[in-house]
Protein backbone atom coordinates (compact mmCIF):
# COMPACT_ATOMS: atom_id res chain seq x y z
CA UNK A 1 0.00 0.00 0.00
CA UNK A 2 1.15 3.83 -0.06
CA UNK A 3 2.66 4.99 2.71
CA UNK A 4 0.26 5.84 5.68
CA UNK A 5 2.30 8.16 8.26
CA UNK A 6 1.23 9.11 11.24
CA UNK A 7 -2.83 9.01 10.89
CA UNK A 8 -4.20 9.36 14.14
CA UNK A 9 -7.93 7.75 14.01
CA UNK A 10 -11.14 8.77 16.33
CA UNK A 11 -13.55 6.16 17.05
CA UNK A 12 -16.52 7.20 18.36
CA UNK A 13 -19.02 4.29 18.35
CA UNK A 14 -22.52 4.05 20.02
CA UNK A 15 -23.44 2.91 23.45
CA UNK A 16 -24.80 -0.73 22.15
CA UNK A 17 -22.79 -3.64 21.81
CA UNK A 18 -23.97 -4.52 18.28
CA UNK A 19 -22.44 -0.77 17.38
CA UNK A 20 -19.76 -1.05 19.68
CA UNK A 21 -18.17 -4.54 18.87
CA UNK A 22 -17.83 -3.81 15.21
CA UNK A 23 -15.97 -0.55 15.78
CA UNK A 24 -13.42 -2.58 18.00
CA UNK A 25 -12.86 -4.42 15.42
CA UNK A 26 -12.26 -1.46 12.91
CA UNK A 27 -9.78 -0.37 15.88
CA UNK A 28 -7.72 -3.63 15.36
CA UNK A 29 -7.69 -3.76 11.76
CA UNK A 30 -6.34 -0.32 11.34
CA UNK A 31 -3.77 -0.87 14.06
CA UNK A 32 -2.33 -4.06 11.47
CA UNK A 33 -1.46 -1.10 9.62
CA UNK A 34 2.19 0.72 9.95
CA UNK A 35 1.97 4.59 11.14
CA UNK A 36 -1.89 4.38 12.73
CA UNK A 37 -2.78 5.73 16.21
CA UNK A 38 -6.36 5.40 17.61
CA UNK A 39 -8.18 6.91 20.14
CA UNK A 40 -11.53 5.34 21.56
CA UNK A 41 -14.11 7.88 22.82
CA UNK A 42 -16.77 6.03 24.82
CA UNK A 43 -18.30 6.84 28.65
CA UNK A 44 -17.13 5.79 31.84
CA UNK A 45 -19.29 2.87 32.33
CA UNK A 46 -18.77 1.22 28.79
CA UNK A 47 -15.30 2.08 29.01
CA UNK A 48 -14.29 -1.68 30.92
CA UNK A 49 -16.13 -3.69 28.47
CA UNK A 50 -14.26 -1.79 25.62
CA UNK A 51 -10.82 -2.23 27.42
CA UNK A 52 -11.43 -5.72 27.84
CA UNK A 53 -12.44 -6.43 24.37
CA UNK A 54 -9.24 -4.85 23.18
CA UNK A 55 -7.32 -6.87 25.40
CA UNK A 56 -3.81 -7.42 24.31
CA UNK A 57 -3.86 -4.22 22.08
CA UNK A 58 -0.28 -2.99 22.03
CA UNK A 59 -1.18 0.32 24.77
CA UNK A 60 1.41 3.03 22.99
CA UNK A 61 -0.95 2.50 20.29
CA UNK A 62 -4.28 3.14 21.21
CA UNK A 63 -6.45 5.05 24.05
CA UNK A 64 -9.20 5.31 24.99
CA UNK A 65 -11.27 8.32 26.64
CA UNK A 66 -14.25 8.58 28.78
CA UNK A 67 -16.99 11.23 29.16
CA UNK A 68 -18.99 12.00 31.22
CA UNK A 69 -22.93 10.44 30.47
CA UNK A 70 -25.69 12.82 31.28
CA UNK A 71 -27.23 11.74 34.70
CA UNK A 72 -29.87 13.78 34.86
CA UNK A 73 -32.63 12.76 31.74
CA UNK A 74 -36.06 12.37 33.82
CA UNK A 75 -37.01 9.41 31.07
CA UNK A 76 -33.61 7.39 31.38
CA UNK A 77 -33.09 5.20 34.91
CA UNK A 78 -29.75 6.43 36.37
CA UNK A 79 -26.71 4.88 35.60
CA UNK A 80 -27.84 3.46 32.19
CA UNK A 81 -25.23 4.18 29.44
CA UNK A 82 -25.92 1.56 26.99
CA UNK A 83 -29.21 0.76 25.40
CA UNK A 84 -28.45 -2.63 26.23
CA UNK A 85 -29.42 -2.00 29.71
CA UNK A 86 -32.55 0.29 28.62
CA UNK A 87 -35.83 -1.38 30.32
CA UNK A 88 -37.49 -0.80 26.63
CA UNK A 89 -35.97 0.20 23.83
CA UNK A 90 -38.95 2.84 23.43
CA UNK A 91 -36.47 4.68 25.43
CA UNK A 92 -34.36 4.18 22.41
CA UNK A 93 -34.46 8.33 21.67
CA UNK A 94 -34.34 9.82 24.77
CA UNK A 95 -31.18 8.08 25.22
CA UNK A 96 -29.82 8.83 21.98
CA UNK A 97 -30.74 12.65 22.17
CA UNK A 98 -29.06 12.31 25.70
CA UNK A 99 -25.80 12.11 24.44
CA UNK A 100 -26.02 15.05 22.36
CA UNK A 101 -25.19 16.64 25.97
CA UNK A 102 -21.75 15.05 25.84
CA UNK A 103 -20.88 17.27 22.65
CA UNK A 104 -19.26 20.22 24.67
CA UNK A 105 -16.67 17.93 26.40
CA UNK A 106 -16.18 15.70 23.27
CA UNK A 107 -15.18 18.54 21.66
CA UNK A 108 -13.17 20.02 24.79
CA UNK A 109 -11.12 16.58 24.47
CA UNK A 110 -10.70 16.83 20.77
CA UNK A 111 -9.28 19.89 20.76
CA UNK A 112 -6.67 18.96 23.16
CA UNK A 113 -5.94 16.27 21.35
CA UNK A 114 -5.80 18.41 18.15
CA UNK A 115 -2.96 20.93 19.83
CA UNK A 116 -1.12 17.44 21.29
CA UNK A 117 -0.15 16.75 17.65
CA UNK A 118 -3.57 16.49 15.43
CA UNK A 119 -6.68 13.89 14.78
CA UNK A 120 -7.10 12.50 10.61
CA UNK A 121 -10.39 11.54 10.88
CA UNK A 122 -13.39 10.47 13.29
CA UNK A 123 -15.56 7.42 12.65
CA UNK A 124 -18.49 8.24 14.63
CA UNK A 125 -21.44 6.21 14.70
CA UNK A 126 -24.51 7.49 12.73
CA UNK A 127 -26.65 7.75 15.68
CA UNK A 128 -24.28 10.37 17.09
CA UNK A 129 -25.37 12.77 14.14
CA UNK A 130 -23.86 16.01 15.98
CA UNK A 131 -20.42 15.16 15.80
CA UNK A 132 -20.47 16.26 12.57
CA UNK A 133 -20.45 19.31 13.87
CA UNK A 134 -17.82 19.06 16.25
CA UNK A 135 -15.95 17.58 13.30
CA UNK A 136 -16.67 20.47 10.61
CA UNK A 137 -15.71 22.98 14.21
CA UNK A 138 -12.33 21.51 14.41
CA UNK A 139 -11.66 20.86 10.29
CA UNK A 140 -11.24 17.10 10.95
CA UNK A 141 -12.96 15.08 8.14
CA UNK A 142 -15.89 12.79 10.08
CA UNK A 143 -16.74 9.24 7.95
CA UNK A 144 -19.88 7.47 9.34
CA UNK A 145 -20.52 3.81 10.99
CA UNK A 146 -24.15 2.79 11.17
CA UNK A 147 -23.63 -1.21 11.13
CA UNK A 148 -25.95 -2.06 8.50
CA UNK A 149 -24.79 -3.64 4.94
CA UNK A 150 -25.51 -2.16 1.77
CA UNK A 151 -28.91 -3.61 0.78
CA UNK A 152 -30.78 -2.28 3.62
CA UNK A 153 -28.98 1.15 3.33
CA UNK A 154 -29.64 1.25 -0.52
CA UNK A 155 -33.30 -0.26 -0.26
CA UNK A 156 -34.56 1.79 2.47
CA UNK A 157 -33.05 5.06 0.47
CA UNK A 158 -34.90 4.02 -2.66
CA UNK A 159 -37.89 3.30 -0.80
CA UNK A 160 -38.10 7.10 1.11
CA UNK A 161 -37.90 8.70 -2.42
CA UNK A 162 -40.33 5.86 -4.56
CA UNK A 163 -43.70 7.25 -2.61
CA UNK A 164 -45.65 4.68 -4.99
CA UNK A 165 -45.91 2.08 -2.38
CA UNK A 166 -47.69 5.12 0.52
CA UNK A 167 -51.00 3.33 1.40
CA UNK A 168 -50.76 -0.06 0.69
CA UNK A 169 -51.20 -2.57 3.89
CA UNK A 170 -48.44 -3.68 5.68
CA UNK A 171 -47.96 -7.43 3.73
CA UNK A 172 -49.17 -6.07 0.48
CA UNK A 173 -45.98 -7.22 -1.58
CA UNK A 174 -44.74 -4.45 -3.72
CA UNK A 175 -41.58 -4.21 -6.65
CA UNK A 176 -38.88 -1.02 -6.40
CA UNK A 177 -38.57 -0.69 -10.26
CA UNK A 178 -34.66 -0.32 -9.78
CA UNK A 179 -35.00 -3.96 -8.29
CA UNK A 180 -37.64 -6.30 -10.09
CA UNK A 181 -36.23 -8.98 -8.54
CA UNK A 182 -37.34 -8.27 -5.32
CA UNK A 183 -40.93 -8.57 -3.63
CA UNK A 184 -41.12 -5.86 -0.43
CA UNK A 185 -44.04 -4.99 1.83
CA UNK A 186 -43.78 -2.36 4.39
CA UNK A 187 -43.20 -4.42 6.94
CA UNK A 188 -39.84 -5.16 5.84
CA UNK A 189 -39.08 -1.64 6.63
CA UNK A 190 -39.29 0.30 9.99
CA UNK A 191 -42.41 2.63 10.16
CA UNK A 192 -40.36 5.68 10.22
CA UNK A 193 -38.95 4.73 6.71
CA UNK A 194 -42.01 3.47 4.95
CA UNK A 195 -43.80 6.29 5.09
CA UNK A 196 -46.05 5.42 7.30
CA UNK A 197 -44.43 7.58 10.58
CA UNK A 198 -43.68 11.33 9.21
CA UNK A 199 -43.55 12.97 12.30
CA UNK A 200 -42.93 13.16 15.77
CA UNK A 201 -39.10 12.59 18.12
CA UNK A 202 -38.12 9.02 16.44
CA UNK A 203 -39.05 10.97 12.61
CA UNK A 204 -36.95 13.89 13.65
CA UNK A 205 -34.08 12.01 15.34
CA UNK A 206 -34.06 9.98 11.46
CA UNK A 207 -33.92 13.29 10.02
CA UNK A 208 -31.56 15.10 12.13
CA UNK A 209 -28.91 11.71 11.86
CA UNK A 210 -29.19 11.91 7.89
CA UNK A 211 -28.65 15.44 7.47
CA UNK A 212 -25.78 15.12 9.23
CA UNK A 213 -24.40 11.77 7.68
CA UNK A 214 -24.67 13.73 4.19
CA UNK A 215 -22.55 16.42 5.54
CA UNK A 216 -19.53 13.83 6.21
CA UNK A 217 -16.76 12.52 4.03
CA UNK A 218 -18.43 8.85 3.67
CA UNK A 219 -19.54 5.83 5.04
CA UNK A 220 -17.77 2.81 6.52
CA UNK A 221 -19.83 0.04 5.79
CA UNK A 222 -19.42 -3.57 7.11
CA UNK A 223 -19.95 -5.75 4.53
CA UNK A 224 -17.37 -6.85 1.61
CA UNK A 225 -17.94 -6.14 -2.49
CA UNK A 226 -18.11 -9.35 -3.75
CA UNK A 227 -21.24 -10.76 -1.61
CA UNK A 228 -23.23 -7.07 -2.25
CA UNK A 229 -21.74 -5.33 -5.77
CA UNK A 230 -24.78 -4.25 -6.73
CA UNK A 231 -25.93 -2.98 -4.50
CA UNK A 232 -22.98 -0.98 -3.31
CA UNK A 233 -22.40 0.11 -7.12
CA UNK A 234 -26.14 1.35 -7.28
CA UNK A 235 -25.62 3.10 -3.77
CA UNK A 236 -22.53 5.49 -5.09
CA UNK A 237 -23.69 5.99 -8.47
CA UNK A 238 -27.06 7.62 -6.62
CA UNK A 239 -26.59 8.52 -3.66
CA UNK A 240 -23.55 10.38 -1.25
CA UNK A 241 -21.69 10.64 0.79
CA UNK A 242 -19.45 7.77 -0.77
CA UNK A 243 -19.96 4.40 0.87
CA UNK A 244 -16.80 2.08 1.35
CA UNK A 245 -16.77 -1.34 2.40
CA UNK A 246 -14.15 -2.81 4.58
CA UNK A 247 -15.89 -5.92 6.30
CA UNK A 248 -16.60 -8.31 7.88
CA UNK A 249 -14.58 -6.71 10.76
CA UNK A 250 -15.74 -9.70 12.69
CA UNK A 251 -12.82 -11.45 10.83
CA UNK A 252 -10.41 -9.11 12.35
CA UNK A 253 -10.43 -11.21 15.83
CA UNK A 254 -8.57 -13.73 14.17
CA UNK A 255 -6.17 -12.24 12.99
CA UNK A 256 -3.66 -11.61 15.19
CA UNK A 257 -4.51 -11.29 18.52
CA UNK A 258 -6.24 -14.54 19.87
CA UNK A 259 -4.87 -16.13 22.82
CA UNK A 260 -5.63 -19.21 24.90
CA UNK A 261 -7.73 -19.28 28.08
CA UNK A 262 -9.84 -21.16 30.07
CA UNK A 263 -13.08 -23.10 28.06
CA UNK A 264 -16.70 -21.55 29.68
CA UNK A 265 -19.30 -23.52 29.92
CA UNK A 266 -21.23 -23.37 26.74
CA UNK A 267 -18.05 -24.73 25.23
CA UNK A 268 -17.31 -27.42 27.53
CA UNK A 269 -21.46 -28.42 26.46
CA UNK A 270 -20.57 -27.75 22.46
CA UNK A 271 -17.58 -30.21 23.28
CA UNK A 272 -19.39 -32.90 24.24
CA UNK A 273 -22.13 -32.90 21.97
CA UNK A 274 -18.99 -32.98 19.28
CA UNK A 275 -18.26 -36.43 21.08
CA UNK A 276 -21.47 -37.61 21.02
CA UNK A 277 -21.38 -37.12 17.38
CA UNK A 278 -24.98 -34.66 17.31
CA UNK A 279 -25.17 -31.54 15.44
CA UNK A 280 -26.08 -28.37 17.63
CA UNK A 281 -28.66 -25.16 16.74
CA UNK A 282 -27.71 -22.21 18.02
CA UNK A 283 -30.19 -20.27 19.38
CA UNK A 284 -30.14 -16.29 19.97
CA UNK A 285 -31.31 -13.01 19.18
CA UNK A 286 -28.59 -10.60 20.03
CA UNK A 287 -28.20 -7.79 22.79
CA UNK A 288 -31.85 -6.05 22.21
CA UNK A 289 -34.65 -7.69 21.21
CA UNK A 290 -37.71 -7.86 23.26
CA UNK A 291 -39.32 -11.18 23.17
CA UNK A 292 -42.88 -11.98 24.96
CA UNK A 293 -42.95 -14.70 27.27
CA UNK A 294 -45.77 -16.29 25.23
CA UNK A 295 -43.34 -16.50 22.33
CA UNK A 296 -40.51 -17.83 24.28
CA UNK A 297 -42.50 -20.79 25.30
CA UNK A 298 -43.51 -21.19 22.25
CA UNK A 299 -40.07 -21.00 20.99
CA UNK A 300 -39.32 -23.89 23.46
CA UNK A 301 -42.25 -26.36 22.42
CA UNK A 302 -40.71 -25.73 18.77
CA UNK A 303 -36.84 -26.28 19.75
CA UNK A 304 -37.67 -29.54 22.12
CA UNK A 305 -40.24 -30.53 19.04
CA UNK A 306 -37.34 -30.67 16.31
CA UNK A 307 -35.49 -32.76 18.34
CA UNK A 308 -32.21 -31.26 17.60
CA UNK A 309 -29.73 -29.88 20.26
CA UNK A 310 -29.63 -26.62 20.72
CA UNK A 311 -27.40 -23.86 23.08
CA UNK A 312 -29.73 -20.84 23.11
CA UNK A 313 -28.87 -17.42 24.63
CA UNK A 314 -31.60 -15.95 26.11
CA UNK A 315 -31.89 -12.35 27.98
CA UNK A 316 -35.00 -12.38 29.53
CA UNK A 317 -35.32 -12.28 33.15
CA UNK A 318 -37.86 -13.72 35.62
CA UNK A 319 -39.76 -16.79 36.14
CA UNK A 320 -40.00 -17.52 32.70
CA UNK A 321 -36.32 -18.81 32.56
CA UNK A 322 -36.14 -21.16 34.68
CA UNK A 323 -39.03 -22.40 33.28
CA UNK A 324 -37.60 -22.68 29.99
CA UNK A 325 -34.57 -24.20 31.33
CA UNK A 326 -37.16 -26.96 33.27
CA UNK A 327 -38.55 -27.41 29.54
CA UNK A 328 -35.38 -28.24 27.49
CA UNK A 329 -33.27 -29.60 30.13
CA UNK A 330 -31.77 -32.55 28.22
CA UNK A 331 -32.07 -31.37 24.51
CA UNK A 332 -30.75 -27.87 25.07
CA UNK A 333 -28.76 -25.48 27.17
CA UNK A 334 -29.89 -22.15 27.85
CA UNK A 335 -27.54 -19.97 28.74
CA UNK A 336 -27.85 -16.42 30.30
CA UNK A 337 -24.99 -14.81 30.85
CA UNK A 338 -23.14 -12.77 27.98
CA UNK A 339 -21.43 -15.41 25.74
CA UNK A 340 -18.45 -15.37 22.72
CA UNK A 341 -20.72 -15.61 20.04
CA UNK A 342 -17.69 -15.69 17.46
CA UNK A 343 -16.06 -18.80 19.48
CA UNK A 344 -19.21 -20.73 19.34
CA UNK A 345 -20.17 -20.28 15.78
CA UNK A 346 -16.44 -21.62 15.61
CA UNK A 347 -17.25 -24.68 17.25
CA UNK A 348 -17.04 -27.59 15.10
CA UNK A 349 -20.70 -29.22 16.52
CA UNK A 350 -22.65 -26.12 15.61
CA UNK A 351 -24.51 -26.55 12.72
CA UNK A 352 -26.95 -23.77 12.56
CA UNK A 353 -27.76 -20.38 13.65
CA UNK A 354 -31.43 -19.61 14.58
CA UNK A 355 -30.59 -15.66 14.38
CA UNK A 356 -32.74 -12.29 15.23
CA UNK A 357 -30.82 -11.06 11.75
CA UNK A 358 -28.82 -8.39 13.34
CA UNK A 359 -25.84 -7.62 11.10
CA UNK A 360 -23.02 -8.54 13.12
CA UNK A 361 -24.58 -12.19 13.72
CA UNK A 362 -25.40 -13.23 10.27
CA UNK A 363 -21.86 -11.76 8.63
CA UNK A 364 -20.64 -13.92 11.84
CA UNK A 365 -22.65 -16.62 11.16
CA UNK A 366 -21.62 -16.74 6.86
CA UNK A 367 -17.92 -15.99 7.79
CA UNK A 368 -17.93 -19.08 10.23
CA UNK A 369 -19.97 -20.91 7.42
CA UNK A 370 -23.17 -21.79 9.78
CA UNK A 371 -26.23 -21.64 7.80
CA UNK A 372 -29.19 -19.22 9.35
CA UNK A 373 -32.47 -19.38 10.64
CA UNK A 374 -33.07 -15.94 10.24
CA UNK A 375 -36.00 -14.57 12.28
CA UNK A 376 -35.86 -10.97 12.74
CA UNK A 377 -37.88 -8.59 15.03
CA UNK A 378 -36.36 -4.93 14.95
CA UNK A 379 -34.39 -2.56 12.99
CA UNK A 380 -32.59 -3.29 9.74
CA UNK A 381 -33.00 -7.35 10.43
CA UNK A 382 -35.85 -7.54 8.31
CA UNK A 383 -34.29 -6.37 5.51
CA UNK A 384 -31.16 -8.45 6.76
CA UNK A 385 -33.01 -11.88 6.69
CA UNK A 386 -34.29 -11.12 3.53
CA UNK A 387 -30.81 -10.39 2.22
CA UNK A 388 -29.78 -13.52 4.03
CA UNK A 389 -32.35 -15.47 2.81
CA UNK A 390 -33.32 -15.13 -1.20
CA UNK A 391 -30.60 -12.81 -2.33
CA UNK A 392 -27.34 -14.44 -1.18
CA UNK A 393 -29.25 -18.29 -0.37
CA UNK A 394 -27.30 -18.78 3.18
CA UNK A 395 -29.97 -19.18 5.42
CA UNK A 396 -33.99 -19.89 5.81
CA UNK A 397 -36.35 -17.67 6.62
CA UNK A 398 -39.12 -17.89 9.46
CA UNK A 399 -42.60 -16.32 8.85
CA UNK A 400 -44.98 -15.65 11.34
CA UNK A 401 -48.03 -18.27 11.79
CA UNK A 402 -50.24 -15.57 9.57
CA UNK A 403 -47.65 -15.43 6.79
CA UNK A 404 -46.49 -11.98 7.76
CA UNK A 405 -42.83 -11.33 8.24
CA UNK A 406 -44.01 -9.97 11.51
CA UNK A 407 -46.21 -11.17 14.43
CA UNK A 408 -46.21 -14.16 16.53
CA UNK A 409 -44.74 -17.76 15.31
CA UNK A 410 -46.08 -20.75 16.44
CA UNK A 411 -44.49 -24.14 17.48
CA UNK A 412 -45.02 -26.17 14.62
CA UNK A 413 -43.57 -23.61 12.48
CA UNK A 414 -40.43 -23.50 14.36
CA UNK A 415 -39.96 -27.00 14.60
CA UNK A 416 -40.15 -27.76 10.98
CA UNK A 417 -38.12 -24.82 10.10
CA UNK A 418 -35.26 -26.16 12.34
CA UNK A 419 -35.61 -29.31 10.92
CA UNK A 420 -35.49 -28.26 6.86
CA UNK A 421 -32.28 -26.39 8.02
CA UNK A 422 -30.59 -28.96 9.66
CA UNK A 423 -31.63 -31.98 8.05
CA UNK A 424 -33.81 -30.79 5.13
CA UNK A 425 -33.54 -30.30 1.07
CA UNK A 426 -33.22 -26.51 1.45
CA UNK A 427 -31.09 -27.18 4.19
CA UNK A 428 -28.53 -28.65 1.75
CA UNK A 429 -28.53 -25.84 -0.97
CA UNK A 430 -28.02 -23.21 1.70
CA UNK A 431 -25.01 -25.16 3.37
CA UNK A 432 -23.26 -25.13 0.27
CA UNK A 433 -23.91 -21.65 -0.36
CA UNK A 434 -22.74 -20.15 3.29
CA UNK A 435 -19.66 -22.20 2.58
CA UNK A 436 -18.61 -20.77 -0.63
CA UNK A 437 -19.98 -16.93 1.03
CA UNK A 438 -17.70 -17.46 3.86
CA UNK A 439 -14.71 -18.61 1.48
CA UNK A 440 -15.53 -15.25 -0.25
CA UNK A 441 -15.57 -13.19 3.12
CA UNK A 442 -12.24 -14.34 4.08
CA UNK A 443 -10.82 -13.52 0.99
CA UNK A 444 -12.21 -9.95 1.14
CA UNK A 445 -10.09 -9.87 4.39
CA UNK A 446 -6.87 -11.02 2.85
CA UNK A 447 -4.06 -8.06 2.39
CA UNK A 448 -5.05 -8.58 -1.29
CA UNK A 449 -8.15 -8.73 -0.80
CA UNK A 450 -11.03 -6.19 -2.01
CA UNK A 451 -12.07 -5.25 1.55
CA UNK A 452 -8.23 -4.64 3.01
CA UNK A 453 -7.55 -2.76 0.04
CA UNK A 454 -10.34 0.00 0.17
CA UNK A 455 -9.60 0.56 3.83
CA UNK A 456 -6.41 1.27 2.63
CA UNK A 457 -7.16 3.67 -0.15
CA UNK A 458 -9.80 5.23 2.85
CA UNK A 459 -7.44 5.78 4.99
CA UNK A 460 -5.04 7.27 1.69
CA UNK A 461 -8.20 9.61 0.51
CA UNK A 462 -9.80 10.86 3.65
CA UNK A 463 -7.45 11.17 6.23
CA UNK A 464 -5.54 14.07 6.57
CA UNK A 465 -1.78 13.67 6.44
CA UNK A 466 0.73 15.76 8.80
CA UNK A 467 3.79 15.48 7.25
C1 LIG B 1 -28.21 -4.03 16.51
C2 LIG B 1 -29.14 -4.31 15.32
O1 LIG B 1 -30.09 -5.26 15.67
C3 LIG B 1 -28.35 -4.77 14.13
O2 LIG B 1 -29.18 -5.18 13.09
C4 LIG B 1 -27.47 -3.61 13.73
O3 LIG B 1 -26.86 -3.88 12.52
C5 LIG B 1 -26.50 -3.39 14.88
O4 LIG B 1 -27.25 -3.09 16.07
P1 LIG B 1 -27.88 -6.33 17.92
O5 LIG B 1 -29.32 -6.52 18.05
O6 LIG B 1 -27.13 -6.16 19.16
O7 LIG B 1 -27.48 -5.16 16.93
O8 LIG B 1 -27.33 -7.64 17.13
P2 LIG B 1 -26.04 -7.91 16.31
O9 LIG B 1 -25.88 -6.98 15.16
O10 LIG B 1 -26.08 -9.33 15.97
O11 LIG B 1 -24.85 -7.62 17.32
C6 LIG B 1 -24.67 -8.30 18.53
C7 LIG B 1 -23.20 -8.50 18.77
O12 LIG B 1 -23.02 -8.93 20.11
C8 LIG B 1 -22.59 -9.58 17.88
O13 LIG B 1 -21.29 -9.18 17.52
C9 LIG B 1 -22.53 -10.80 18.79
O14 LIG B 1 -21.48 -11.68 18.49
C10 LIG B 1 -22.32 -10.16 20.14
N1 LIG B 1 -22.85 -10.98 21.25
C11 LIG B 1 -24.17 -10.94 21.53
C12 LIG B 1 -21.98 -11.73 21.98
O15 LIG B 1 -20.76 -11.79 21.68
N2 LIG B 1 -22.46 -12.41 23.03
C13 LIG B 1 -23.76 -12.41 23.39
O16 LIG B 1 -24.11 -13.08 24.36
C14 LIG B 1 -24.66 -11.64 22.60
Known amino acids: MDSITSVHVVLFPFMSKGHTIPILHLARLLLLRTGITVTIFTTHANSPFIRQFLGDIQQSLISVIELEFPSNIPELPPGVESTDHLPSMSLFIPFANATKLMQPDFERSLNSLSTSGGVSCIISDGFLGWTQQSAHKSGIPRLVFYGINNYAMTITKVLAM ?9 DEPFILSDFPWMKLTLNDFLPVFNGSETEGPHFEFVMETSIATAKSQG ?35 VQKFDRPREKP ?39 ERSEVSFLWVVRSKGEVLEELEEKVKGRGLVVREWVNQVEILRHESVHGFMSHCGWNSALESICESVPILAWPMMADQHLNARLVADELGVGLRILASNGSVRGFVGSEIVEKMVK ?34 TLDQLINETCRRKD
Not at 163 to 169: A, D, I, K, M, N
Not at 276 to 293: H, K, N
Not at 426 to 443: I, L, S, Y
Request: charged letters at 30%; aromatic letters at 10%.
Open 265 to 303: DSIKWLDQKLAEGRSVLYVAFGSQAEITEEQLREMAVGL
Open 420 to 453: ELMEGEKGEDVRRKVKEAGEAARKAMEESGSSWR
Open 162 to 170: DRSHVGLGP
Open 219 to 253: LVVNSFYEYESAYLDYYNREFIPKAWCVGPLCLAE
